[in-house]
Antibody
């Protein structure tokens, strides 16, 4: 069965960077786009960007360009997101999710459990 | 970016009740609208895709409808496991955007 296993919570200092992981299993990793979604405390969901593991192609929400870097390791079926120059606004839960679909039907069909990032000195 | 206005933000309801959650886009989104459920432990799963298509494994008491800018999610008869957060998401244009969510609470 499809699973997305995310790395554990991180406590990081302002100005630092954090890199989190999302290990996929149960499907061919290179066949599906992986997206990252931010959920600030008690708030809604924001799409950060996506990466296609087969080619490394990426697309970003303009808001997160320069903030997030997306990479993959095809050998371990793992997607990574690095957030840089962290501020308190970056404290949130970050989800990885798989994009599935065809034609007009596109949606995030599997989600990881989330990685909580806390930015504090 | 397309803004998604979801109403109500919270909804007290009873077991067995029929409820409807609405989502209005700031411009027409041509049915490119999905619904997700988030449980209190953070688990997120898809319910409905492309306005009205039921995701595999989702109970038939869930349904979706709409067109243009106005969409809705209906639960025909609430079960205990349905008390959760619900989000709409448009994918007509990038970036895809989510509504602010509706918290379905036990009355």
């Amino acid at each position: 069965q499809v699973k997305l296993l995310q790395s554990g919570a991180a406590l990081v200092k302002p100005g630092a960077s954090v890199k989190m992981s999302c290990k996929a299993s149960g499907y061919t990793f290179t066949d599906y786009w992986v997206s990252w979604v931010k959920q600030s405390h008690g708030k809604s969901l924001e799409w950060i960007g996506e990466i296609y593991p087969n080619s490394g192609a990426t697309n970003f929400n303009e808001k997160f360009k320069g903030k997030a870097t997306l990479t993959v390791d095809k050998s371990t079926s793992t997607a990574y997101m690095e957030l840089s120059r962290l501020t308190s606004e970056d404290s949130a839960i970050y989800y990885c999710t798989r994009l599935n679909g065809y034609g007009p039907y596109w949606y995030f069909d599997f989600w990881g459990p989330g990685t909580m990032v806390t930015v504090s000195s | 970016d397309i803004q998604m206005t979801q109403t109500p933000s919270s909804m007290p309801a009873s077991l067995g009740e029929r409820v409807t959650i609405s989502c209005r886009a700031s411009q027409g989104i041509s049915n490119y609208l999905n619904w997700y459920q988030q449980k209190p432990d953070g688990t997120i799963k898809p319910l409905i895709y492309y306005t009205s298509n039921l995701q595999s494994g989702v109970p038939s008491r869930f349904s979706g409808s709409g067109s243009g800018t106005d969409y809705s999610l209906t639960i025909s008869s609430l079960e205990p496991e349905d008390f959760a957060m619900y989000y709409c998401q448009q994918y007509d244009s990038s970036p895809n955007t989510f509504g602010a969510g509706t918290k379905l609470e036990l009355k």
